[in-house]
């Protein structure tokens, strides 16, 4: 930890920033997987998805930034590499050799749920652990995350209940 004038007992800090790690790892993770389907899709709406997932793909990024300050001002090291995000990602790997644009939009909005729903998680530890600032952080991230969910998934025909299944199955066992 490094030294820091910030109020926090040092317990909280710690458990802050784990979990501004655990989601930073993903957030790379995720910003990687959609610029995937970015660089792939095919498809008759091709030119509306692509410009879709790449506003998708820069809010992602803007969440890492956020995630990874937070830990600084915490006193913690943000540990953002893309080994690290490799190794620590809860999301499950992103598939190769797809093309279709409803597969990639499933895809994609299976992995920015499961971001979401872990998110919503991070809310409460945050708010238990008696950090309110990074409960903060973590409902705006999940805000933006809802949206751009919203945005991907309408671009599919798909019911509560089939996104539900992808939120669950985009996720590592734990």
């Known amino acids: 930890m490094q030294l820091t004038h910030n109020t926090l007992s040092e317990n909280?800090?710690?458990q802050a920033i784990s979990v501004l790690n655990k989601h930073l790892a993903a957030a790379i993770d995720l910003h990687g997987q959609i610029k995937q389907a970015h660089w792939n899709v095919r498809g008759p709406g091709f030119i509306a998805i692509?410009?879709?997932?790449?506003?998708?793909?820069?809010?992602?990024?803007?969440?890492?930034d956020m995630l990874a300050e937070r830990a600084g001002a915490l006193g913690g090291t943000a540990q953002g590499t893309?080994?690290?995000?490799?190794?620590?990602?809860?999301?499950?790997?992103?598939?190769?050799?797809?093309?279709?644009?409803?597969?990639?939009?499933?895809?994609?909005?299976?992995?920015?749920?499961a971001f979401g729903q872990s998110a919503r998680e991070a809310i409460g530890l945050a708010t238990n652990a008696g950090d309110p600032a990074t409960a903060?952080?973590?409902?705006?991230?999940?805000?933006?995350?809802?949206?751009?969910?919203?945005?991907?998934?309408?671009?599919?025909?798909?019911?509560?209940?089939?996104?539900?299944?992808?939120?669950?199955?985009?996720?590592k066992p734990r």
Request: no cysteine; net charge negative; hydrophobic share 45%.
């Open 136 to 171: 903060d952080l973590f409902t705006e991230i999940l805000r933006g995350v809802d949206q751009q969910l919203w945005f991907v998934q309408s671009h599919l025909a798909l019911k509560v209940d089939q996104i539900a299944s992808a939120a669950k199955t985009a996720t």
């Open 12 to 14: 909280i800090r710690e």
């Open 82 to 113: 893309v080994q690290t995000a490799a190794k620590q990602s809860f999301l499950i790997p992103y598939p190769h050799g797809i093309a279709d644009e409803k597969q990639h939009l499933f895809a994609v909005a299976g992995s920015l749920a």
């Open 50 to 64: 692509h410009e879709l997932f790449d506003k998708v793909a820069e809010d992602v990024e803007s969440y890492s």
